[in-house]
């Protein structure tokens, strides 16, 4: 059974959201402020936590950041609607996906099952993965990832994002290409959440992600993760 906590303080939201949730089995914890949230989602086991960016006492972002600070839980974001910088502070504190407000509360509910999905939750151990390139490494079934052999905590999107890249060495990706092979055809994605992901996951993986050497902009296209991942020191121009 997962467990989901939704940190928002429209009540109806999070009632209606308990009633299209429980009978598919989800536990609901439902918390109307930010700093309440905090203590529970550091204090317990969350699968998944969905948090409004407008919240009494301590905002969504804030919130996110002290989470984040402890706990790689896979975060949707709930922002105004047209608010692209909502968007990206959120994408760059590491929420995996947003809706923006108002929106249809299945489509929120389709939100969560799919980051769950891609999360693993309730999912039946699998044959170990193993996904090597240079010195990154990924044992997929784990959910692990080791960089020069020390081992880093990626959110549920960027562990997939780089799960894409590792899959597809020396090939360059568009944007398209990696939003559809993270969230499936169709989805409607703010154009600059890859970007935003990108950066967040060279942050994790780099000794200087001003130079990157595993992940590179490939201008006007989209990104490639070279084929010897950082397996020696050249850089060859700058990368952004």
Avoid at 19 to 32: A, S
Avoid at 135 to 153: K, T, Y
Avoid at 180 to 187: A, E, K, Q, S, W
């Amino acid at each position: 059974m997962a467990r989901l906590l939704i940190i928002d303080d429209d009540v109806r939201l999070g009632a209606l959201l308990e009633r299209l949730l429980k009978p598919e089995g989800y536990h609901i914890t439902l918390v109307t402020d930010g700093l309440q949230g905090v203590r529970r989602a550091t204090g317990e086991v969350f699968d998944l936590m969905v948090l409004d960016v407008m919240l009494p006492g301590m905002d969504g972002f804030e919130v996110l950041r002290r989470v984040r600070a402890q706990s790689t839980v896979p975060v949707i974001m709930l922002t105004a609607k047209g608010s692209d910088s909502d968007r990206v502070v959120g994408l760059e504190l590491g929420a995996d996906d947003y809706l923006a407000k108002p929106f249809n509360p299945r489509e929120l509910v389709a939100r969560i099952k799919a980051v769950l999905r891609r999360s693993d939750v309730g999912q039946k151990p699998l044959p170990t993965e193993m996904l090597r390139v240079g010195d990154l490494a990924m044992e997929v079934n784990r959910r692990e990832v080791l960089v020069r052999g020390r081992s880093i905590a990626l959110t549920t999107t960027e562990f997939d994002l780089l799960r894409c890249f590792l899959r597809y060495p020396g090939q360059v990706l568009s944007r398209d290409a990696l939003m559809d092979m993270l969230r499936g055809v169709g989805y409607a994605a703010y154009d600059r959440s890859i970007d935003v992901h990108v950066k967040n996951l060279r942050a994790k993986l780099e000794e200087d992600p001003r130079q990157p050497r595993y992940i590179k902009t490939i201008w006007g296209t989209g990104y490639m993760l070279t084929a010897d991942a950082g397996a020696h020191d050249g850089h060859d121009g700058h990368d952004g």
